[in-house]
């Protein structure tokens, strides 16, 4: 089972930044490709970011590019989610979630983290 646990999340105000942590284990940490998605209240889950297994790629929404950074450490099985200039709207659950290289569907989820962001 491969099992990941999320971290840092919080409350803060517009503008300031959160670092979300994902700790993983239980499975070879670079096999897989590590994501972060959110679901806000009353909304469905979007997707936020995904990196590749050497750290070497990452991708996110087009809507979040410039504010939110992710990276991984492979040493640490850790992937991290830097989210700098919060909105309010940025108000969400933020899941951790893998999925193998070859595969394109996520199969393992965290429990998630709430951030929270006041005007």
């Known amino acids: 089972q491969f099992q990941l646990v999320e971290s840092w999340g919080g409350l803060v105000q517009a503008v300031d930044s959160l670092r979300l942590s994902c700790a993983a284990s239980g499975r070879t940490f670079n096999n897989y490709v590590l994501g972060w998605f959110r679901q806000a209240p009353g909304k469905g889950r979007e997707f936020v970011s995904a990196i590749n297994w050497s750290g070497g790629s990452a991708y996110y929404a087009d809507s979040l590019k410039g504010r939110f950074t992710i990276s991984r450490d492979n040493a640490k099985n850790t992937v991290y989610m830097q989210m700098n200039s919060l909105k309010p709207d940025d108000t969400a659950v933020y899941y951790c979630?893998?999925?193998?290289?070859?595969?394109?569907?996520?199969?393992?989820w965290g429990q998630g983290t709430q951030v929270t962001v006041s005007s």
């Open positions: 979630a893998a999925r193998l290289v070859a595969r394109n569907n996520y199969d393992y």
